[in-house]
């Protein structure tokens, strides 16, 4: 890998605190995620970064877009794996059960879980909410039962 040259002022704010950071822990914008996603599994990338204003900077020689991009994907796959998981232990249900309760297929389903697809913001939120929310799925379940 060639070394990286460090710019020496941030274009955005001016500051000259400028290091080479792990994307780990940080929120990035991506797609319709209005809001952003957190990377939880960084690949070991690094990225330029103006550590005043935070501003990231993009060298196309090292394939930073794409490297982030690919993070970013895995990072969205971990968490919607993490949330799957708790989901289908707490409520001792196969993921069968849980494709038909909240309208998916279980080869959907297979495919995020696998990282062929990755969810649509509106899919990471509904299985981020019945993660989190004990009662959602109870909720979603008596819907269904009244019609
Ligand atoms: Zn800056």
Redo the contacts with the bound molecule.
Sequence with gaps: MSKRTIRDS?G????TDISLNSILGQNFKFKDYKTGVLITKSQGVELVQ?N????HFFQRKHKDSQKLDEAIKASIQDQWNKYLSKILAERGIRQKELADKIGMSQEQISRLKKGREVPSFKSFLVLKILASCPGALTAIEKEYNHK
């Excluded at 955005?12 to 500051?15: A, W």
């Excluded at 005043?52 to 501003?55: H, K, Q, R, V």
């Design positions: 941030c955005t704010c001016g500051s103006c005043s204003c935070g501003e």
